[in-house]
């Protein structure tokens, strides 16, 4: 773990690092551009040599059929059911009072104005394998999908080393309302969403969150599909004063980097004391857990830790860095709280663990990355619906929009848009 403190020479310089912008390398960038134009080129074939090449896997069947979502929730066991569908229903819940809502009404002309949403028809969720399935991402992605009421959510997830999806992570699906599974992963199915194979029809939106290589495959194909945020490897601060408990913290730092590879934790504080405890608590707990594979690389390169001069000061890093969790402990949070305007979510207090949310708290934890937080919002239910402007006339308000478009249309010049209103007010 990196410390660093206020008073030593480099401050101003490490502390000026924070404020980042995420950007794939030269090299993602070349082998993200060469997957899409295979996939783009050679369909299904693409996919399957790239599944082979990347994850040392022949795919025969793309598809998961409906029948093995099916299996896979009847042999859940009680626990595993108890749990998805307790967070399934926070989910959904929360993604319902999020809709957004048609409405109409007048401008000063008198002129019927307003606005309708529709869900988009089909819509992809790229769900993570990796070192672990990521059961809670099928649930905060796809659930909201069908809280919007997408008719068909296409799910593309890369397989285990066996060519079958985890049963645990079918379940959900088969919960949360997927309508289509597919055991693609990586950069080509990102490609394959987009543009269509053989057997997957394009989308209309993305989502979901991935490695570095899916964050810019969404990236490239953005235009010819819309997309939704680009949340990348996975990352915490957390900003505490002396009222933070040091076990607690030093918890959510290990939740943090058990995610393994380009994960990120932050710890900043401006008591010395709780920084040392925390150092500790660190260490004490790590030696405790199962996945240290995972967990030592990130300790090592991947935490940080830094003595700030005043919690507000800890508040303007917190925006530089744009986090996409933020675990907030102070006594003042009414003060502090407010200074906060970049970090995907919010979770207050010494009892609100950032694993909460991650399983089962209610809003998405799909959330932004790298420093995207600065230029975009987690995910809502609100990105799966496409909205579409309403304008309705009569004479009289035409009448009384004439003048002013009669002016636009003239420092403009274009006399022929003038005229089309014009005639109607004769």
């Known amino acids: 773990m ?8 480099d401050w101003k310089q490490a502390a000026a690092a924070l404020d980042r912008r995420a950007e794939a390398s030269d090299q993602v960038r070349e082998v993200v551009a060469g997957v899409i134009a295979e996939v783009r080129a050679r369909g299904d074939a693409a996919l399957r040599d790239f599944t082979e090449r990347f994850d040392g896997l022949r795919l025969n069947e ?5 029948a093995e979502l099916e299996v896979a929730w009847a042999q859940a066991g009680d626990e595993l059911r108890a749990a998805l569908e307790a967070s399934h229903r926070n989910v959904f819940d929360f993604a319902r009072r999020s809709l957004r809502q048609d409405w109409s009404g007048t401008n000063a002309q008198g002129a019927e104005v307003g606005e309708v949403y529709h869900p988009f028809e089909r819509v992809g969720c790229y769900v993570p394998g990796g070192s672990a399935p990521l059961v809670s991402t099928a649930i905060m992605t796809v659930t909201l ?4 009421g997408v008719p068909e959510i296409v799910v593309c997830t890369p397989s285990g080393r066996d060519g079958r999806v985890n049963p645990g992570l079918l379940a ?3 919960l949360a309302g997927a309508t289509e599974v597919y055991t693609v992963g990586g950069a080509q199915a990102i490609a394959a969403l987009a543009y269509g194979t053989e057997s997957i029809r394009p989308v209309a939106k993305i989502f979901g969150p991935g490695n570095s290589f899916v964050v810019e495959a969404k990236r490239q194909v953005f235009g010819a599909v819309a997309i939704d945020l680009l949340p990348g490897p996975s990352e915490v601060l957390i900003l505490a004063d002396h009222t933070g408990d040091p076990a607690f913290i030093a918890a959510d730092i290990l939740a943090q980097a058990e995610h393994g590879k380009d994960s990120q934790a932050g710890f900043l504080t401006d008591d010395a004391a709780l920084l040392d405890a925390v150092l500790a608590e660190v260490e004490r707990q790590a030696a405790t857990l199962s996945r240290q594979e995972q967990l030592r690389p990130v300790l090592d390169k991947g935490v940080f830790c830094l003595l700030v001069p005043s919690l507000a000061e800890g508040a303007c890093l917190v925006n530089a860095y744009a986090p996409e969790h933020l675990s907030l402990i102070t006594e003042r949070e009414a003060e502090i709280l407010p200074l906060i305007r970049t970090a995907g979510a919010i979770f207050l207090g010494n009892h609100s663990p950032v694993a909460v ?3 089962l708290a209610g809003p998405s934890h799909t959330l932004p990355t790298g420093g995207a937080g600065k230029s975009f919002p987690g995910l809502t239910v609100d990105m799966f619906q496409r909205r579409t402007s309403l304008i309705r006339l009569n004479r009289d308000s035409c009448t009384r929009s004439e003048p002013v478009v009669r002016a636009f249309a003239a420092v403009e010049g274009l006399d022929a848009h003038g005229a089309s209103v014009a005639i109607r007010c004769r």
Request: aromatic content about 4%.
């Open 145 to 148: 999908a069908a809280a919007a």
């Open 2 to 9: 990196k410390v660093l403190r206020h008073t030593d020479p």
């Open 62 to 66: 793309l598809q998961v059929p409906a």
């Open 357 to 359: 949310g991650d399983f």
């Open 172 to 174: 959900a699906l088969k």
